[in-house]
């Protein structure tokens, strides 16, 4: 029986590979599925307002080549090099040495997936995370290893200068030198960006400076496949923003994702995922914010948080507009 439906697909696969995409079209290989309202090929959703700024070249990519993963690259690739960042990308604050460190990662539909964290000095460490991905037998390269890599891909080192705010800032915060995260100000602000393509393609990225003013070396759930990234083709992607100590206790992007696969909706799984979270991290609930955003491969989104202030950019064939996400707490 086994052998026989093997023997099916894999003549079915070859039979379609052969056809030429016209005749596939055609034969209705493609678009087997209408799509309903709320469901939208191809998708592309991420954190924060620079989302819509990510979103826009993301789109612009995925137009030009097709590539859902070159999308969600290039896409978060903007926020990583926007000097008014100051949660993503080298111009943001610092841990409380004074140094900032990044952490990144990326994966695939398919289970492929590459991330660097704790490193120094490279502008795109998204790319970095994607080359670890496609050049190494590994999944995450950490510190001072992943600045090495970084070196022998020909990757340029940037001077380790603080940005003149984030200075000034660290500068204050030296004062009392108090470690106390708040939220949904801007130190809690990382890009996690998903995407489908329209052939139900999906890929993700999640790109952060991390917490500022952290203990040097620590490093959050951004970087970690499962915590605050996850992506599978046979259901959907998720990504996370917010304390990453709470979302790597629940394994946040992994659990999103298993709840769709059990029957959720993306919004569905958001917000159980985050009851979760907060069940878990019940001692630290007042001064955390943790968010969630998720699409499916049918191509629905959702997004939920811990308290309000948390937002999302969705681009889809009507636009590139901004969502507030409902949250757990702080609603009437
Ligand atoms: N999740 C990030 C971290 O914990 C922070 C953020 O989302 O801004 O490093």
Request: glycine share 12%; with cysteine.
């Amino acid at each position: 029986m086994t052998t026989r439906r093997k023997f099916l697909k894999s003549s079915l696969l070859s039979s379609t590979l052969l056809m030429p995409g016209a005749v596939k079209k055609a034969a209705g290989i493609f678009s087997e599925k209408k799509q309903s309202a709320g469901e939208h090929k191809p998708l592309i959703v991420s954190t924060w307002n620079h989302g819509i700024a990510a979103n826009k070249r993301a789109w612009e990519i995925l137009q030009k080549t097709g590539s859902i993963l070159d999308a969600v690259e290039e896409g978060v690739k903007v926020t990583e090099a926007d000097p008014s960042s100051r949660t993503v990308g080298l111009y943001g604050f610092p841990d409380r040495e004074g140094i900032v460190t990044l952490d990144a990662s990326i994966m695939k539909g398919d289970g492929e997936c590459g991330s660097v964290c704790f490193v120094r000095q490279i502008k795109h460490p998204i790319t970095l995370a994607r080359k670890v991905m496609e050049k190494t037998p590994h999944v995450m390269l950490a510190g001072e290893g992943a600045r090495q890599f970084a070196i022998s891909e020909g990757m340029p080192l940037e001077e380790e200068v603080l940005h003149p705010e984030s200075q000034k800032a660290y500068e204050e915060w030296l004062e009392e030198a108090e470690y106390r995260p708040i939220i949904n100000i801007e130190n809690h602000d990382t890009i996690g960006m998903v995407g489908l393509d329209a052939d139900g393609n999906l890929a993700g990225t999640c790109t952060t400076s991390g917490l500022s003013y952290k203990m040097h070396g620590r490093v959050g759930d951004s970087p970690i496949i499962g915590a605050g990234l996850y992506v599978d083709n046979e259901v959907g992607a998720a990504t996370a923003t917010g304390m990453g100590e709470t979302i790597i206790k629940v394994c946040g992007s992994f659990l999103v994702v298993e709840l769709m696969r059990q029957g959720r909706s993306p919004q569905e799984a958001c917000e159980e995922a985050i009851a979760r979270l907060i069940d878990k991290n019940l001692e630290d609930i007042e001064d955390m914010q943790a968010g969630f955003i998720a699409i499916n491969k049918d191509g629905e989104y959702g997004g939920y948080a811990v308290h309000p202030g948390f937002n999302f950019a969705v681009h889809h064939e009507g636009g590139n507009e901004m969502e507030d996400a409902k949250s757990r707490f702080g609603n009437d």
